[in-house]
């Protein structure tokens, strides 16, 4: 997921929004699966930018839709990644023209939405239109809330491996690594051949953030992480400063750009695609950005390696289940239900894995994901230990203060101790 600055967010909000085939309409109103007033027959859906390739297929949705559904019109709010996931799907939420349908993270955004009466469960009639049994085994994990389905799930990202220039490390005869010592000599020989081992762009926090999360949960080991994060115990320890002076070495041995802290999440991927960096830690979205910004670049990907005395699984990874949920405020909530079955179909499903989505439905299974996505499919399916990223699993102001504690330390602006300092009295703050 993406976290933004609130301070950008506001100033682009009334410009970030796309809308698709929308007409006007009245409030959706409240209710509890009442039926819609004739007067408001547009099923409204909120989500993040899908990718250009992907765009059709949710047409295909909205047209197979308003088919079986005379008189209703599918109105899209495509939003910008890091406006939606902070301050636009809760204005969305709360706003008169509220969304039937929107995008959701599992972990505690779902949660949270859950409790604020936003997610309604949808298990039983999903069952009864036969969509579960059109998907994989595990394919509905991360989609439940107090025992009730409250999301359909579209994908399972992972949400940070890095990627490599292919290129480069043929030219220079390397090879990816599977230890830290041998990361480390490796970005050493690429500083030595004049070429900075990564590329990021971290204005927006979460790039390095999760980057970083997965680096501190091999160290201090899954079970600190997440009890630092749910406010158990202190971010500010020993162990924790010993583990975020992996930013600390990247920055003091020049190993990532100078402009990390002040370009965002895209330029850092445009610096990767241009060849101005061997590598670049991000999440499995990068296949599609790839797909649209630079088709022909040959890249591939490893998962972060072993760490040495590191308390956590060495073979974990970072990752998010996500989906749509259907807002339980909604007086749609039958025609919500009609969409996503709509959206599981299995001729829906090819459609997005021939347009290089992945999806867990046994049809897309069948029809073959492009092969980078389809080995991060089998990564995060097979992993002994799946970490969530800062900002999807735990409170949002708990993620801010580590990321911004990230950021600062991979910036140079602070030492490992003085950042998590400061991220613990945020912390605390909280309580």
């Known amino acids: 997921m993406r976290m933004s600055r609130l301070v950008s967010v506001v100033a682009a909000l009334g410009a970030a929004t796309v809308l698709l085939a929308g007409c006007g309409g009245s409030s959706s109103g409240g209710g509890s699966g009442a039926s819609a007033s004739p007067a408001d027959q547009i099923l409204r859906v909120a989500m993040t930018e899908p990718g250009t390739d992907l765009v059709p297929v949710w047409n295909q949705v909205k047209s197979a839709f308003e088919a079986a559904h005379p008189g209703w019109t599918v109105q899209y709010n495509f939003q910008n990644d890091d406006i939606y996931s902070t301050v636009g799907l809760p204005s969305l939420l709360s706003g008169g023209n509220a969304p039937d349908i929107y995008f959701e993270w599992s972990g505690n955004r779902l949660e949270t939405r859950y409790a604020d009466g936003y997610a309604a469960s949808i298990g039983d009639q999903l069952k009864a239109k036969g969509v579960t049994d059109k998907y994989v085994d595990g394919a509905f994990g991360g989609t439940t809330v107090d025992g009730k389905t409250v999301m359909m799930p579209m994908g399972k990202d992972v949400s940070n491996v890095i990627w490599y220039n292919k290129d480069i490390f043929t030219k220079l005869g390397l090879t990816p690594p599977t230890t830290w010592a041998e990361f480390d000599a490796l ?36 079970q600190a992480y997440a009890d630092a994060l749910n406010m158990k115990s202190p971010l500010d320890s020993a162990d924790w400063v010993a583990a975020m002076d992996k930013m600390k070495q990247i920055h003091d041995s020049a190993w990532i750009n100078d402009s990390v802290n002040s370009i965002s999440d895209n330029e850092g ?115 002994p230990e799946i970490v969530s990223p800062p900002d999807t699993g735990y409170n949002l102001k708990v993620a801010d203060a580590l990321n911004t504690a990230t950021s600062a330390v991979l910036g140079g602006a602070m030492s490992s101790q003085d950042a998590l300092t400061q991220a613990q009295q945020k912390i605390d703050a909280l309580k």
């Open 187 to 222: 970005n050493a020989k690429l500083k030595a051949a004049g070429i900075t081992p990564y590329a990021m762009g971290n204005k927006d926090l979460w790039p390095g953030g999760n980057w970083n999360a997965h680096i501190l949960s091999r160290i201090v080991g899954e």
């Open 269 to 383: 991927y445009t610096l990767f695609f241009t060849g101005k960096a061997a590598m670049t830690p991000i999440g499995s979205w990068l296949v599609d950005v790839r797909n649209d910004q630079s088709p022909n670049f040959n890249m591939d990907w490893f998962n972060l390696p072993a760490i040495d005395g590191g308390k956590g699984n060495q073979q974990s990874v970072l990752g998010v289940s996500t989906g749509l949920v259907v807002n339980a405020k909604s007086a749609k909530i039958d025609q919500s239900v009609d969409f996503l079955a709509i959206m599981g179909s299995d001729d829906i499903q090819k459609a997005f894995v021939k347009a290089g989505s992945s999806s867990l439905s046994k049809a897309a299974a069948a029809t073959g994901l492009n092969p980078l996505s389809a080995r991060l499919l089998q990564l995060i399916e097979t992993a």
